[in-house]
Each structure stands twice: as structure tokens, then as C-alpha cells.
């Protein structure tokens, strides 16, 4: 069974930075597209970012592009996200998932491995 762990967040000022980890255990993920999603209060889950098998390949939510950087260590079965400019509408609970494919998408429904969450708060 795929364990996903998020770690790193946090309460941080607008216009500071964090860096968000997932760490994987239970199998190695180094062939699989991994990625991170947020849920602000009252909202629906959005993707943010994603990092397909091979890091290859990477993707951004428009809101976060040039702000935010997605990255993986498959020695350490890790990925991360690097959050920078944080915004106080950056402010959500962050969820790392993980696809059973290397093709990377954004689609919520395809990742099949979930870790419970990091809070992430920005003020202004």
C-alpha cells in the first residue's frame, strides 16, 4: 500500500516562500507522475502543479505559474514543492497525489494515491 506523507507547511507572511514535501513510502514512485492539489475553505480542490514519471514533463496552474516549482528526488521517493511570491489567496490545505502512470495529467479523478494534507497559510 502507497503511503503519501505532506510536510512543510505553515503560517508564512505574503510574499514569503515555503517548500512543500511528499514523501512516499510502501513502493517506489520514481516511474509515477506525481502531483499537488489545494483546497481553500468553501472551495473545490484544484490542481496546482504536476511532475510526470521521467520529469519530463511539468505543469502549473496558471494562478501559481512562475511562482511555484514542482521537483522530485527518486532516490529519496520524494517530490517537492517550492512556493514562492506565496499570495494570501495561496492559503488552502495542499494534498500531494500520486498517478498509477508517468503520463502526467490534471485531472483529479486519475490520481489514485492521496496523503492527508498540509495547511498552508498566507497573510497579508
Known amino acids: 500500500q502507497v503511503q503519501l506523507v505532506e510536510s512543510g507547511g505553515g503560517l508564512v507572511q505574503a510574499g514569503g516562500s515555503l517548500r512543500l514535501s511528499c514523501a512516499a513510502s510502501?513502493?517506489?514512485?520514481?516511474?509515477?507522475?506525481m502531483g499537488w492539489f489545494r483546497q481553500a475553505s468553501g472551495k473545490e480542490r484544484e490542481f496546482v502543479s504536476g511532475?510526470?514519471?521521467?520529469?519530463?514533463?511539468?505543469r502549473y496552474a496558471d494562478s501559481v505559474k512562475g511562482r511555484f516549482t514542482i521537483s522530485r528526488d527518486n532516490a529519496k521517493n520524494t517530490v517537492y514543492l517550492q512556493m514562492n511570491s506565496l499570495k494570501p489567496e495561496d492559503t488552502a490545505d495542499y494534498y500531494c497525489?500520486?498517478?498509477?502512470?508517468?503520463?502526467?495529467?490534471?485531472?483529479?479523478?486519475?490520481?489514485?494515491?492521496w496523503g492527508q494534507g498540509t495547511q498552508v497559510t498566507v497573510s497579508s
Open positions: 497525489a500520486a498517478m498509477r502512470t508517468p503520463i502526467l495529467t490534471v485531472t483529479m479523478s486519475q490520481y489514485t494515491y
Open positions: 510502501g513502493r517506489a514512485l520514481s516511474s509515477n507522475a
Open positions: 511532475i510526470s514519471g521521467s520529469s519530463s514533463v511539468t
